[in-house]
């Protein structure tokens, strides 16, 4: 089934067509990790991927940052065939796509202070050094919600919620036009899962990005997402906008995955 | 005395009872104490759950009870009763047997809980080796039957097989399983399910709540999350910077939150029926040592005013209920 249906008109940011992905088993028989997969993501949007472990999710960011080459099928972005990119064009696409990690504790290089953490991507890419680089880092670092005056500090020296804040922070240091971000929010405390939607919310509708979220938990795309594709087994099995996916799922495997999400005064049993 | 009231009439003699707990980093001049206060009582059968973010001493407070706590810290507690009977002062060898008996835990990584290069039989057999004596036909028996109770299928096959081998869910049943080898009175589980997906998670609570009401077992369960605690009924403890704010039965605390804390920790659960409050909770702990005189969330608290420098204590409100905080109003 298509997760393009619902696009919004005009051309789309991202265009995923029949994406297969397969990893040849050890001896056994090959995993596909994905089936076929189409999707659009339109400029501005939030697009959420919901599903469980082992469903493709991971995979399907993957191929879609060109870290993974797919088996047959293709991914579009801007207009522009990832397949037919040469490493260097690859390379300066990187700069528009990128993304943020589920684990901000082990995502971070400790050894680095968060200065050098944000402006990795600066220097890699040449866009900017020396003081333009440091005055463009504490920008990023005040756009995500840190005081600039912490740039020193390695990544021990913050919590969790702002750790995520510097990997969003080293997303944005190039000017992506899409973030990816796999499990954003899943490593962290529910008082600071809130405020780091609450940015990707934000930095969508100051600067219009893009994002593609990936969460087994509904309640959390809940929070943010236009529209909402469920993955199972490396195909998307449901899509359609948010508030509709939810109230009327159709398909028995999203109405699963929504009876399983913990609601407050339900279903408690007896203890 | 600090003890929470309880919400049930207390018919069933209780398992555990415990008041004012503090855990303290050893030798630290000024004393740093991780965990101040900490009360609470446990019959058979019933669930108590300790919530709050990172760094409140959830887990310090559980990892004390039984007298696990790193080499760096030390535990001091007014009362510390199991079954009745004073364990603050037991020697090492009587502790390690009254784990082994009566006090189980589950940790939340299932995978790094398991020893990679030891099948999950040789994991289940050498509990019942070590603390039950039992032979090796016998013990190999036993693990089987424990592994069927947990849910796994075709256990005599995963009894040979790897960690590495099972799924996350087979793994935290496993694990549930080897706690379970030594017939504990309490089980100690420290986010068993964080690290699962949804619809593993409510399988492994399912499990748990079948486990206690066929076998009276009492459940200390340590979780960031609301919705967890919804499914699992009980009694509630919730902890802030090392102290228990709110105590009270689950259903009254998610109807009415008392503490300002419980309810900023509830507006900032992303749910399926609503979207939360974008500003989640300012701020973060404080580290130990660090907290603000009197009431330690008035920093981050939206309600804060002049009076909540002085010192709180956890006041009870009735109807099984208390509240650290002077503006907790009596329920009715």
Request: hydrophobic share 45%; no cysteine.
């Given at each position: 089934m298509s997760a393009g249906g619902t696009a919004a008109p005009g051309a789309a940011l991202l265009e995923l067509r029949g994406l297969v992905k397969r990893f040849p088993g050890r001896g056994r028989s090959a995993v596909s990790a994905l089936r076929g997969v189409d999707l659009d993501l339109a400029a501005g949007e939030i697009l959420g991927i919901a599903g469980e472990s082992g469903c493709g999710k991971t995979t399907l960011a993957r191929c879609i940052l060109g870290l993974e080459r797919p088996d047959a099928g293709s991914v579009r972005f801007a207009g522009q065939d990832l397949a037919a990119l040469d490493r260097r064009a690859l390379r300066r696409l990187r700069r528009r796509l990128q993304m943020v990690f589920q684990d901000p504790y082990s995502s971070l290089n400790p050894r680095l202070s968060a200065a050098a953490i944000v402006g990795e991507g600066l220097a890699v890419h040449g866009l900017a050094r020396g003081a333009e680089r440091a005055r463009r880092v504490a920008a990023l670092l005040e756009r995500v919600g840190l005081d600039p005056g912490t740039a020193d500090r390695r990544p021990r020296e913050f919590s969790g919620g702002q750790r995520q804040r510097i990997g969003i922070a080293r997303a944005l240091a190039c000017g992506p036009e899409l973030l990816v971000a796999d499990?954003?929010?899943?490593?962290?405390?529910v008082s600071v899962q809130a405020q780091i939607l609450a940015l990707l919310e934000d930095l969508r509708r100051r600067e219009g990005l893009s994002v593609l979220i990936i969460s087994h938990d509904l309640a959390v795309l809940r929070q943010l997402c236009d529209r909402i594709a469920v993955m199972r087994q490396g195909e998307f099995v449901e899509s359609g906008p948010t508030a509709a996916l939810l109230a009327a799922p159709r398909h028995a495997y999203t109405q699963a995955l929504l009876a399983a999400v913990p609601r407050l005064g339900g279903a408690a049993n007896p203890a | 005395m600090n003890a929470p009231p309880s919400a049930t009439p207390p018919a069933a003699a209780a398992l555990l009872e415990v008041s004012g707990l503090s855990v303290a980093i050893r030798g630290a001049r000024p004393p740093l104490r991780l965990v101040e206060d900490f009360a609470c009582r446990l019959a058979p059968g019933q669930t108590l759950s300790l919530v709050g973010e990172s760094g409140c001493g959830k887990s310090l407070s559980a990892l004390a009870l039984p007298g696990?706590?790193?080499?760096d810290l030390e535990r001091t507690s007014e009362r510390l009763l199991w079954r009745g009977r004073e364990i603050g002062g037991l020697a090492e060898r009587e502790r390690r047997r009254l784990r082994g008996a009566e006090i189980a835990f589950v940790f939340q990584e299932p995978l790094s809980s398991l020893n990679p290069v030891l099948t999950i039989g040789t994991q289940i057999t050498e509990v019942l080796r070590a603390h039950r004596r039992l032979g090796r036909a016998a013990a190999r028996a036993r693990a089987l039957a424990l592994l069927a109770e947990v849910g796994v299928p075709a256990p005599a096959e995963r009894l040979g097989a790897y960690p590495h081998e099972l799924s996350g869910g087979l793994r935290q049943r496993a694990l549930i399983a080897m706690a379970l080898a030594c017939d504990p009175a309490l089980l100690i589980a420290d986010e068993p399910t964080t690290a699962l997906d949804v619809s593993l998670q409510a399988q492994v609570l399912a499990l748990l709540a079948e486990l206690q009401r066929r076998r009276g077992l009492a459940l200390l369960f340590i979780t960031h999350d609301f919705g967890v605690v919804s499914q699992l009924g009980g009694r509630v403890l919730v902890m802030y910077a090392g102290e228990v704010v709110e105590s009270a039965p689950t259903a009254a605390l998610l109807e009415a939150p008392a503490h300002p804390y419980t309810r900023a920790l509830l507006a900032s659960l992303p749910r399926l029926d609503r979207k939360c409050e974008a500003t989640g909770i300012p701020g973060s702990v404080p580290a130990p040592g660090r907290a603000p005189a009197g009431c330690r969330f008035r920093d981050r608290c939206g309600l804060a005013r002049a009076g909540c420098g002085e010192p709180q204590i956890l006041r009870p409100l009735g109807a099984g209920r208390a509240a650290r905080c002077w503006l907790a109003e009596a329920s009715a």
């Open positions: 499990e954003p929010v899943s490593a962290l405390d | 696990l706590l790193p080499p």
